[in-house]
């Protein structure tokens, strides 16, 4: 079987972009922008653009250190660990950034099988015109340019679900989506048990049922034998 996990909000209660606004002064301006995704109320590709611009010349050395205080819920890692030894495929699908969910894996000693992420650009100093450009000669610090990369941009996730059972080679009815945004959607309307961890109003119609926390989600999985 595979599962599939959103990661903000789900697997972790961290929310990276405010993480790396908190570095640069712009962690409301943040917070506000992915509520508002969140809910529904702006698409999410160009909320995500919002946020990542605000971040245009941020030292590449404090956004580590944003992405070193991602961190998963508790018992987080003890699903992952426990659906992984049960032989189910577990990928990570999300809007967030490789670096963080990388490095909040790394910190509990935790693996998955995939994750789709994508990527903020780290380029070398400020252009004329005092923003990063990825085309500079390499004078200056590293920073972040302020762009996004990814699949998950204008991506979809049901498209990066639909990628995911081609690889695992599973129906998919054999799928279980979790996750509590407005991006989530597309994935938790295609899969064959859509759960929701304390799933935005928006998203809630669209879940077989709901979650709270993960020893909640532990033992749903155990019921739905699962685990």
């Known amino acids: 079987m595979l599962v599939a996990f959103d ?17 640069n002064g712009t962690a409301q301006d943040m917070a506000d922008i992915t509520g508002r995704a969140m809910n ?5 590709a160009e909320s995500l ?6 971040l245009a010349d941020l030292p590449d050395e404090q956004a580590r250190a944003a992405f070193d205080a991602v961190e998963l ?20 699908l999300t809007g967030g950034f490789d670096r963080g969910v990388e490095a909040a894996l790394e ?10 992420a994508n990527r903020l650009p780290v380029v ?12 500079t000669s390499g004078q200056g610090p590293r920073v972040l340019s302020g762009n996004v990369r990814g699949p998950l941009i204008e991506g979809t996730k049901d498209d990066a679900l639909e990628v995911a059972t081609a690889i695992v080679g599973t129906d998919r009815a054999d799928t279980i989506a979790i996750g509590d945004g407005a991006n989530d959607l597309p ?41």
């Open 7 to 23: 990661f903000d909000g789900t697997l972790s209660d961290s929310e990276m972009t405010v993480l790396l606004g908190n570095q």
């Open 124 to 135: 070398d100093g400020k252009s004329e015109a005092g923003t990063a450009s990825e085309d």
């Open 187 to 227: 994935m938790l309307e295609v899969a064959g048990l859509a759960i929701g961890f304390e799933p935005k109003p928006a998203v809630e119609p669209a879940c077989d049922v709901t979650v709270s926390t993960m020893d909640e989600l532990y033992t749903l999985l155990e019921k739905r034998d699962v685990l």
């Open 107 to 116: 910190t509990e000693g935790v693996e998955v099988d995939a994750i789709v």
């Open 49 to 54: 653009r919002q946020r990542c611009e605000l």
């Open 40 to 44: 529904n109320e702006i698409e999410y």
């Open 73 to 92: 819920r508790p018992g987080a890692a003890e699903v992952i660990a426990a659906l992984r030894e049960a032989g189910h495929y577990v990928a990570i």
